[in-house]
């Protein structure tokens, strides 16, 4: 009998040691948690968010300032509808309003805010205000649903659609590695069709491996803290070849299909309200170097036979680099300041004309 109570008393005293352990640790993930959001907040404020309609969106009523690689360091405001730039004005009857769609070219965090080629547009046309949606990351089908379920909203009497080539593969898969799952387009055969209710299994291929990894992406900062700092740095190798290969895998003419669809989705919808739409595409840095965008032409062709007009701005991309500007960074795939002064003054007119639509 003696040694049975000992027998019990060594168990509950493991038992006790065990919950001691087990609290200590969640203790110390939870001051880690509160540890991390403090400093993230004054020092990195997130201003992405998950969204059950987009994937993901900025959060609104955010501040940070974003280093590009001049050393230049940039201010970007966030206002309180999660777009770049201040509030929207409240539209008058004879004002006009022109949304511009698109994705990290067009959030442009690699320069201020006057520098942005929407602010270089706006300038150009005074009675007319340019309001930035873009979104880093955004796809051709997300920017679509913004504009639905959101866009349409803020009473636009035109919206431009801006293009990078990978837009074109963003379309057609349904994550972005960094950043999160997102709606996209099923296409099969010659039948296209936009995915909303987006599944979550092929952009956790790029989530440390761990219980609950999906509530913890979404819900906790030390998580996305090891994630990206850590777990990111020992899988960064493998996960962008296993990007680059589930990229790869989509022909080329699915993604143009896919582009097609959802582009006349846009113009359908404008169309039913009278609301002017263009498409602008924007060039690589190595196709302005040679003056040829094959991906630009081809995509041309489709908004010629879908009736939406487009506007290269190979042409005044490869202008300006032949009179010395440097359009693009060095390193960097984006715009510089001076890349978007000549996108801005290249897209007057062909906006200008979208709105005497």
Same mark, same amino acid.
């Given at each position: ?5 000992e ?19 969640l203790?110390?993930l939870f ?6 959001r403090?400093?993230?907040s ?27 690689e001049?050393?230049e360091k ?12 201040p509030?929207?004005a409240?539209k008058?009857?004879?004002?006009k ?44 089908? &997300? ?15 035109a919206v ?29 055969g ?5 995915v909303e ?20 992406r ?15 740095r020992?899988?960064?190798?493998? &996960? ?5 290969q ?7 003419d ?6 097609a669809?959802?582009?006349?989705e846009?113009?359908n ?10 498409v ?15 991906w630009i ?35 960097d ?12 003054k290249?897209?007057?007119?062909f ?7």
């Amino acid at each position: 009998m003696a040694e049975a109570g000992e027998t019990g008393a060594r168990k509950g005293r493991w038992w006790k040691r065990l919950l001691l352990v087990c609290g200590s640790l969640l203790f110390t993930l939870f001051v880690l948690e509160v540890g991390i959001r403090v400093v993230a907040s004054i020092f990195y404020p997130k201003m992405m968010q998950f969204d059950a309609v987009l994937g993901w969106s900025h959060v609104p009523d955010r501040e940070r300032v974003f280093p590009n690689e001049h050393g230049e360091k940039n201010v970007v405001t966030i206002n309180s509808l999660g777009l770049r730039g201040p509030e929207p004005a409240e539209k008058r009857g004879h004002e006009k309003r022109v949304l511009v769609l698109g994705d990290s070219f067009t959030e442009g965090v690699h320069v201020a805010q006057d520098q942005l080629y929407t602010s270089v547009l706006g300038a150009a046309l005074p009675d007319v205000e340019i309001v930035n949606c873009g979104v880093s990351g955004y796809g051709t089908v &997300q920017q679509f649903l913004y504009l639905r379920e959101r866009g349409l909203a803020l009473d636009p009497d035109a919206v431009i659609v801006v293009t990078f080539e990978n837009d074109l593969s963003d379309n057609c898969i349904p994550f972005f590695p960094t950043l999160g799952p997102r709606p996209f387009v099923r296409v099969d055969g010659e039948r296209a069709q936009i995915v909303e209710d987006y599944p979550v299994d092929e952009f956790l291929e790029f989530v440390a491996p761990v219980p609950g990894q999906w509530f913890l992406r979404k819900h906790s900062y030390l998580f996305y803290f090891f994630n990206d700092k850590i777990y990111g740095r020992f899988a960064g190798d493998a &996960q962008k070849e296993l990007c680059r290969q589930k990229i790869e895998a989509v022909p080329t003419d699915v993604r143009h299909r896919a582009y097609a669809h959802t582009v006349r989705e846009c113009a359908n919808l404008l169309a039913s309200k009278s609301i002017g739409f263009g498409v602008v595409l924007i060039p690589q840095r190595e196709e302005v170097a040679s003056g040829s965008a094959p991906w630009i032409e081809k995509t041309v062709s489709g908004c010629e036979a879908a009736g939406v007009p487009s506007l290269s701005l190979l042409p005044a991309m490869t202008a300006a680099s032949a009179k010395g500007t440097k359009p693009y960074f060095d390193r960097d795939i984006h715009w510089s300041k001076d890349g978007h002064a000549v996108a801005g003054k290249a897209m007057v007119e062909f906006v200008r004309a979208r709105l005497a639509r």
